[in-house]
């Protein structure tokens, strides 16, 4: 079968080249391999800023349809010491310029707005090749293939798409994410929920840091930081809840019970998310009629800006395809170039992933925001 734009990845960036594609009368074929929609959980909170995220969403035409999924009050921060103290608040006023949504939500609000049919599901690359003369196949591991003239990786950090226009790898950034949920908050976790606030919680040492937000439905959703090595953490038998928050939760020794409760008392077995990132400034010689856009271009530590990115890459690669109608190399030499500038000087993620080793870690961390 032969599909005129292919994209490999039902992820923000995907499904967002594919509404603006569709917007511009440009037909697409998205694969996914998760097998549904509900596959897995589509993780936290995402603030959508208005100078990269919003242009994509204007973009797609759903601007009205976003503003709806936007949860009020969430771009809130308070900020407090290894005790409880708070050393820097910020209310939301509506004015911040990053509204919050959920990303699960704003993935579906994306998938609703194609045509039914637009995605298919349960389609894992096993293999693509170049067929020569800038067309591609991509083989699946259900025994069927497809040819196509556009190739694009959305397909994340571990792309199958990658290897055909660049040999990097993901290496570990050294940070890893433990994640856990804290549910109905206000009623069952008060303490956990008062310190919180109605946004974002952030506190440092020179353990590791503790942060939660505030999601729909009371839900506090926690991201302890550590800097260890993956030998570190594969120390810690994640199959056994209780051990292992145990083991999380000594890091954080003499901390105030109600931060560290964050993890103790959590809902949910604690998640082990390790950090990985691209070169910084990763690039590749053009390369007749495949690209890559989201992670799979340029993966990087958590700043803020990874989905906002992967968005506007969705966005401007539509864009670029519609201004180009004919020229496919021309688009992709377009759109190429002004994605590497944007991520030609990214940040290293630092200021999300603190780990300051000064004398007073929690004010450096005001210091670094403000």
């Known amino acids: 079968m032969s599909t005129p734009v292919t994209i490999i990845g039902a992820g923000l960036a995907g499904l967002t080249l594919a509404r603006v594609l569709h917007r511009q009368g440009i037909p697409a074929a998205v694969y996914e391999a998760e097998p549904s929609v509900a596959a897995r959980a589509q993780g936290g909170m995402l603030d959508i800023h208005d100078y990269n995220g919003q242009l994509a969403v204007e973009a797609a035409g759903l601007m009205a349809e976003f503003r709806e999924l936007v949860l009020e009050g969430r771009q809130a921060m308070r900020i407090v010491d290894q005790h409880g103290k708070v050393l820097f608040e910020k209310a939301d006023d509506g004015t911040g310029g990053r509204p919050e949504v959920q990303r699960g939500e704003l993935r579906q609000l994306l998938l ?3 045509p039914p049919g637009t995605v298919h ?3 894992k690359v096993s293999d693509v090749r170049s067929l020569g003369e800038g067309r591609h196949e991509v083989a699946f591991t259900d025994g069927t293939t497809i040819s196509t003239g556009l190739l694009v990786g959305a397909d994340g950090a571990w792309s199958r798409v990658r290897p055909l226009v ?12 433990v994640e856990t949920w804290l549910y109905d908050a206000d009623a069952r976790h008060p303490a956990a929920a008062k310190a919180v606030g109605g946004g974002t919680l952030s506190t440092t040492g020179k353990a590791g840091s503790i942060n939660a937000h505030r999601e729909r439905d009371a839900t506090l959703h926690t991201y302890v930081i550590l800097t260890r090595s993956q030998e570190w953490f594969a120390g810690i038998d994640f199959t056994d809840p209780a051990a292992a928050t145990a083991r999380i939760a000594a890091e954080f020794d003499g901390w105030d019970p109600v931060l560290t409760s964050l ?3 959590a809902d949910t077995p604690p998640i082990l998310r390790p950090l990985f990132g691209l070169p910084a400034g990763h690039r590749w010689d053009p390369r007749p009629g495949v690209t890559l856009i989201g992670d799979a271009a340029h993966l990087a530590p958590p700043d803020g800006e990874g989905a906002n990115n992967a968005m506007l ?6 864009q670029a395809i519609a201004a180009h109608p004919g020229d496919v190399d021309a688009a992709l030499r377009e759109f190429e170039q002004a994605m590497f500038r944007r991520n030609a000087t990214p940040t290293d993620g630092r200021e999300f992933l603190v780990q300051l080793f000064g004398d007073n870690p929690p004010q450096e961390l005001v210091d670094l925001f403000f």
């Open 313 to 318: 890459d969705g966005a401007e690669l539509a």
């Open 121 to 123: 599901w349960g389609r």
């Open 112 to 114: 609703d707005s194609l």
């Open 263 to 265: 993890i103790t008392d």
């Open 166 to 177: 660049s040999d990097a790898v993901p290496e570990y950034t050294g940070d890893s994410f």
